[in-house]
């Protein structure tokens, strides 16, 4: 039986889904949507689980995500196969009011899961243009039968959900592009030093490391590693002769290498930053910076020297000590390294409890997963 919704109930299912696509709109990372859609599906659709399948163009495939403890498991079935294949090949919904008098449905999930399916709704996603992008499927109405309203809220749904995705997707790729051009950039400039070869992208990795030790959002580690990654680019106002020597440098040639900070500054202070990311430049720049406000460019003091500034800074020195070899200065045995960093926590230079974790929970192991053993410097 079909209950046909009141006015009321109509009016509020649209309510809410206005609410849920600003809620989607939201959505910076794909796989937070999808979770966000599916969950959303099936409190919309008064069902009792919900899955959506993804195509997948290349292997003509539909690819659905399903979250399990062990994490996130893939189950992938050709188009054309099963009511979602059906659905995504013709482009035609299908209601159902029992599966298992349904040609296309297929028992074996039930087996597999310990399910039961009984009715299944099933729409199509499609993108602005028209193009079919997934599909989405609700299963087990709490009551009764899916009707023709369901029908068209669902579609309606999915609609909403497939635009979602792809306007995730294209912030993705966005931010996928725009990381690999300063990755690129990063380590063109290390390069024209052997001796920091591969420096911008280790300190990266350990800063983003040390951030997740601190317990930093999703977000924020975005933030670090970017800051991170372009924290040296100001090398690049170096001259070579600074820059290469292989000895000492003159107090001259050290307050011009020192500049280089502060060139990161007015480097990135050219490019455009969306608001979320406006304070990179300033956060690039700080990773000299000491907390008693003796460190360069500006001697800025512990209040103006913010958590990500502060992480750049012990992953700068924790790198530059174990891996710089420089023939008058030889890379530094990672005891010593703790040492060295402990010391400047003491001093007031180095976060005193950023560096307490950094040595309580060694997040240095996932960038350098060998430099515990004795003979770590003789391999490299
Ligand atoms: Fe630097
Ligand atoms: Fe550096």
Redesign the pocket.
Known sequence: MTNTPTVGEKSKDLSRLLDISQTMIEKTDLSSLLGLIMEEATKTMHADRSTLYLIDRDRNELVSFIAQQSGVKEIRLPIGVGIAGYVAQSGNAVNIEDAYKNTLFNKETDIQTGYTTKTVLCVPMRNREGEIVGVLQVLNKKEGLFGEYDEWLFKTYADYAATAIENTRLHEEREKTFMSAIKALAAAIDRRDPATAG??ER?AKLSVDIGKALGLTKNELKKLNYAATL??VGKIGVRDNVLLKPDKLTPDERNEMNRHSQYTKEILEEVYFSVEYKSIPTIAAM?HERLDGTGYPYGLKAEQLNTFGRIIAVA?IF??LVSFDRPYKKAVSLTETLEIIKNEAEKNHLDPNIVKIFIEKKPYLNTFPEIESPDYHHKR
């Open positions: 420096h911008s300190v924290h040296d990773h700068d790198d530059a």
